[in-house]
């Protein structure tokens, strides 16, 4: 009881500060519920979170000074790129259309797989539990696993290059795109399938002919996102060695051949630009 | 199919529950090859749910209903699938896919016979699509066999809806009010137009309605449900005034069951 008479005691301070509402809160007790937390309260709250995150920041052994020292090393190091390198140009975009590919090729075959388990993963098209928590487990382990960490499975088991960059997109992939597409399919109409189920036809069909009509746009939709996202990804792959414009990124570096370096990064910039372009435009005309 | 003269549909006993609530009191009734039985009932009478349960889209508590001789029950799986070939139901919403051509959505009805692979590229016979167009040339359709179905209007909607089952040729064909989102004249041409399918090729007919009015000339015999229970079954000819005001009767309020007891307590 004392609290409650506490507690509205305490609104018209706080509401004040907001300035002129508090009126309505002394009028209006079970408004006055829903109102902030005392202050008290919310200066608890405000400094466990601002311990937390300092805490946060020494884990992360943030150094100012580290980065007041290295600040000019970079500048130094843009006046010392400029202007970028033209030697080897053919063979760096050789490497960036690999990076392509290999997102490409691994949103291709994350598709074909997501397409098959997306099936017995959703709920309106697979009544068995079993079997369902069975493909549900499937995707999202893989979705779990990020595609960096196949690709460096991969590498030890196919060798470096592409390859081993590509199964890794796939894999991480198959997960994500797997578990957006039964998604998509759940949040179908119910009738239409009803009316399918009603003439005596088997999922196959029902899937072929009712399902994929009604849910096409939008899985074409994940999958050009989920294409836009791999690019970058399949950049990041290079770096253990599965090729592709990633590992000239990283050898450039490790030589500190700068001007290369800019033109790497131009590229990248380049690439990454044109495919979100493209893909958002094709998106935009999904309907 | 099973012997000469034997009903197309057997309900017997069926009943079902909505978590608890009982919305099916054992309803029984039959119905013969080429008969066609309107449904009539206020609404929440359980008109929708005795559709459901005779084709399993629920499962029913209790009874039977036997399809050219099968309960449709008790089936299960493979089975069930090949006993509702012989069941087609019109639905209350029409339930097309949104985004298929009218003509497509009427091959719906004869997706079970196409080859798979036909069925994924979504390229059906010139025979299957011959028989999708008469369908659709008997409620009028035809003009519309490319339009996507959202673009429809509902009665067209309903239309194709209509054409789809035809296109099933199943034994018995289940219409949850088809016509309540048609206009008089369109609503009267599909009723005929059930009618004719019915008479012609020896096709039972249940259909639900709420224009009382549209029943002569369309059923031969008309049931009556009210709060989930069976309260009429008689020829159409014999319908009287008295029949409807016993379905469509209000239902007795609460507040007047409790009076005589606040009465006695005063
Ligand atoms: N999915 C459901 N869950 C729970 N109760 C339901 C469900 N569907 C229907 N009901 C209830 O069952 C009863 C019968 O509903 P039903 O839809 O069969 O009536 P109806 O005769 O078709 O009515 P209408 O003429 O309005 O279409 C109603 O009281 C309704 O509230
Ligand atoms: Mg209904």
Same mark, same amino acid.
């Given at each position: 009881?004392?609290?409650?008479?506490?507690?509205?005691?305490?609104?018209?301070?706080?509401?004040?500060? !907001?300035?002129?509402?508090?009126?309505?809160?002394?009028?209006?007790?079970?408004?006055?519920?829903?109102?902030?937390?005392?202050?008290?309260?919310?200066?608890?709250?405000?400094?466990?979170?601002?311990?937390?995150?300092?805490?946060?920041? !020494?884990?992360?052994?943030?150094?100012?000074?580290?980065?007041?020292?290295?600040?000019?090393?970079?500048?130094?190091?843009?006046?010392?790129?400029?202007?970028?390198?033209?030697?080897?140009?053919?063979?760096?975009?050789? !490497?960036?259309?690999?990076?392509?590919?290999?997102?490409?090729?691994?949103?291709?075959?994350?598709?074909?797989?997501?397409?098959?388990?997306?099936? #017995?993963?959703?709920?309106?098209?697979?009544?068995?539990?079993?079997?369902?928590?069975?493909?549900?487990?499937?995707?999202?382990?893989?979705?779990?696993?990020?595609?960096?960490?196949?690709?460096?499975?991969?590498?030890?088991?196919?060798?470096?290059?592409?390859?081993?960059?590509?199964?890794?997109?796939?894999?991480?992939?198959?997960?994500?795109?797997?578990?957006?597409?039964?998604?998509?399919?759940?949040?179908? #109409?119910?009738? #239409?399938?009803?009316?399918?189920? @009603?003439?005596?036809?088997?999922?196959?069909?029902?899937?072929?002919?009712?399902?994929? #009509?009604?849910?096409?746009?939008?899985?074409?939709?994940?999958?050009?996102?989920?294409?836009?996202?791999?690019?970058?990804?399949?950049?990041?792959?290079?770096?253990?060695?599965?090729?592709?414009?990633?590992?000239?990124?990283?050898?450039?570096?490790?030589?500190?051949?700068?001007?290369? @370096?800019?033109?790497?990064?131009?590229?990248?910039f380049v690439m990454v630009a044109a495919v979100d372009t493209v893909s958002s435009r094709l998106r935009a005309h999904l309907r | 199919m099973s012997e000469p003269g034997a009903p197309t549909l057997q309900?017997?006993?069926?009943?079902?529950?909505? *978590?608890?609530?009982?919305?099916?009191?054992?309803?029984?009734?039959? %119905?013969?090859?080429?008969?066609?039985?309107?449904?009539?009932?206020?609404?929440?009478?359980?008109?929708?749910?005795?559709?459901?349960?005779?084709?399993?889209?629920?499962?029913?508590?209790?009874?039977?209903?036997? %399809?050219?001789?099968?309960?449709?029950?008790?089936?299960?799986?493979?089975?069930?699938?090949?006993?509702?070939?012989?069941?087609?139901?019109?639905?209350?919403?029409?339930?097309?896919?949104?985004?298929?051509?009218?003509?497509?959505?009427?091959?719906?009805?004869?997706?079970?016979?196409?080859?798979?692979?036909?069925?994924?590229?979504?390229?059906?016979?010139?025979?299957?699509?011959?028989?999708?167009?008469?369908?659709?040339?008997?409620?009028?359709?035809?003009?519309?066999?490319?339009?996507?179905?959202?673009?429809?209007?509902?009665?067209?909607?309903?239309?194709? *809806?209509?054409?789809?089952?035809?296109?099933?040729?199943?034994?018995?064909?289940? *219409?949850?009010?088809?016509? *309540?989102?048609?206009?008089?004249?369109?609503?009267?041409?599909?009723?005929?137009?059930?009618?004719?399918?019915?008479?012609?090729?020896?096709?039972?007919?249940?259909?639900?309605l709420h224009q009382v009015d549209l029943i002569g000339g369309f059923a031969d015999r008309v049931i009556g449900l009210r709060d989930g229970e069976l309260v009429l079954d008689v020829a159409a000819a014999?319908?009287?005034?008295?029949?409807?005001?016993?379905?469509?009767?209000?239902?007795?309020?609460?507040?007047?069951?409790?009076?005589?007891?606040?009465?006695?307590?005063?």
């Open positions: 009881m004392t609290d409650i008479v506490e507690r509205r005691d305490d609104l018209p301070a706080v509401e004040g500060d !907001r300035g002129g509402v508090g009126s309505v809160g002394e009028h209006h007790p079970v408004r006055g519920r829903a109102s902030p937390l005392p202050r008290v309260r919310q200066a608890t709250v405000a400094l466990v979170a601002v311990a937390a995150f300092a805490l946060c920041v !020494r884990l992360a052994e943030v150094d100012p000074r580290a980065l007041l020292e290295g600040l000019p090393k970079m500048a130094g190091w843009a006046v010392e790129a400029w202007p970028p390198s033209t030697q080897g140009l053919h063979e760096l975009l050789v !490497r960036a259309a690999q990076t392509v590919a290999i997102a490409v090729v691994g949103t291709g075959l994350a598709v074909v797989a997501a397409l098959v388990v997306c099936i #017995p993963a959703a709920r309106n098209l697979t009544p068995g539990r079993g079997v369902r928590a069975a493909a549900r487990s499937l995707l999202n382990a893989c979705r779990g696993v990020d595609s960096f960490v196949f690709a460096l499975l991969f590498v030890a088991a196919v060798g470096l290059g592409p390859f081993a960059g590509t199964l890794g997109v796939a894999f991480h992939t198959f997960g994500s795109m797997g578990k957006l597409f039964a998604e998509s399919i759940e949040g179908m #109409p119910r009738g #239409p399938l009803e009316a399918a189920e @009603l003439t005596g036809a088997g999922r196959f069909r029902t899937v072929s002919w009712v399902v994929l #009509p009604d849910v096409v746009p939008g899985l074409v939709s994940v999958a050009l996102y989920m294409l836009e996202f791999n690019i970058r990804a399949s950049i990041v792959l290079g770096v253990v060695g599965a090729g592709g414009i990633g590992q000239q990124l990283k050898n450039a570096i490790d030589l500190l051949d700068f001007p290369r @370096l800019l033109t790497i990064i131009i590229i990248i | 309900v017997q006993g069926l009943g079902h529950c909505y *978590a608890g609530a009982t919305v099916l009191h054992e309803v029984s009734f039959d %119905v013969a090859p080429g008969e066609v039985v309107a449904v009539i009932g206020p609404s929440g009478a359980g008109k929708t749910t005795l559709f459901r349960a005779i084709t399993r889209l629920v499962d029913p508590s209790q009874g039977r209903a036997l %399809v050219d001789g099968k309960d449709l029950v008790v089936l299960a799986g493979r089975e069930l699938a090949r006993a509702r070939r012989n069941v087609g139901l019109i639905f209350q919403q029409y339930n097309l896919v949104r985004r298929l051509s009218a003509i497509d959505n009427v091959v719906i009805g004869r997706l079970v016979h196409l080859p798979w692979w036909r069925a994924l590229l979504r390229c059906p016979t010139g025979e299957e699509r011959a028989l999708a167009l008469d369908c659709l040339e008997r409620v009028g359709m035809a003009p519309h066999a490319r339009a996507r179905a959202d673009t429809l209007s509902g009665g067209q909607q309903q239309r194709v *809806a209509i054409a789809r089952v035809l296109a099933q040729r199943s034994s018995l064909l289940l *219409a949850d009010e088809p016509v *309540a989102s048609l206009d008089p004249t369109s609503a009267a041409s599909v009723l005929a137009a059930l009618r004719a399918v019915a008479r012609q090729q020896s096709i039972a007919v249940v259909c639900s014999d319908l009287a005034d008295h029949h409807r005001a016993a379905v469509y009767r209000a239902r007795p309020e609460p507040s007047l069951d409790c009076e005589p007891a606040l009465s006695k307590e005063g």
